[in-house]
């Protein structure tokens, strides 16, 4: 499952779940899932977490977000 650092990010911001679950309107059965990986975040969901708690996406779910490094997909002017 979904390595994951929701837990630990909301304790740091001071929320609870109920405090998160009201500044994303994701239910806090959800946010206990996620946290608890029984339930993979849509990126949806992913996106509006990581917003409500300041902070990436990157940072709270390692390893989902790739960054493309290579040349080929980036856009160059003449």
């Known amino acids: 499952m979904l390595e994951n650092n929701l837990r630990k990010v909301r304790q740091r911001r001071g929320y ?13 059965s959800i946010i206990s899932a996620i946290e608890n990986r029984k ?12 917003t409500a708690l ?4 990157n ?3 390692p390893g989902v977000v790739k ?10 002017s003449p």
């Open 16 to 28: 609870s779940q109920t405090n998160l679950t009201q500044k994303t309107g994701i239910s806090s």
């Open 39 to 50: 339930l993979y975040p849509h990126p949806g969901w992913r996106k509006r977490l990581a």
């Open 54 to 57: 300041e902070t990436t996406e």
């Open 59 to 61: 940072k709270l779910f």
């Open 67 to 76: 960054h493309d490094t290579d040349s080929k997909d980036k856009i160059t």
